[in-house]
Nanobody, 118 residues
Framework: QVQLVESGGGLVQAGGSLRVSCAAS????????MGWYRQNPGKQRELVAD???????RYADAVKGRFTISRDNAKNTVYLQMNSLKPEDTAVYYC????????????WGQGTQVAVSS
């Protein structure tokens, strides 16, 4: 059974920092692309950042230069360091595990709320 457990969300003032973590189990972490998405009510879930099994990261334009995604394969954990937070970063952040080649799969965590006050 695959589990993605997010932690580290919370309330922070604009300009502050947060780090969210996602611990994965039941999946071959080393061959999995891990990502962070975010969603607000009534809006589509959007990619924030992801990192391939080889460590290649990509970011949404809105967070480039402020957010950093990283992974620790020994701990089966992916992190999202968020700096210079803005009120528009407020959302539920979801961890995603994805593999596009066989065996293909995608899994989601339950989400963690990040709220940035102005």
């Amino acid at each position: 059974q695959v589990q993605l457990v997010e932690s580290g969300g919370g309330l922070v003032q604009a300009g502050g920092s947060l780090r969210v973590s996602c611990a994965a189990s039941g999946v071959n972490f080393a061959i999995t692309t891990m990502g962070w998405y975010r969603q607000n009510p009534g809006k589509q879930r959007e990619l924030v950042a992801d990192i391939s099994s080889g460590g290649v990261a990509r970011y949404a334009d809105a967070v480039k230069g402020r957010f950093t995604i990283s992974r620790d394969n020994a701990k089966n954990t992916v992190y999202l360091q968020m700096n210079s937070l803005k009120p528009e970063d407020t959302a539920v952040y979801y961890c995603n595990a994805f593999r596009g080649t066989l065996p293909r799969y995608t899994y989601w965590g339950q989400g963690t709320q990040v709220a940035v006050s102005s």
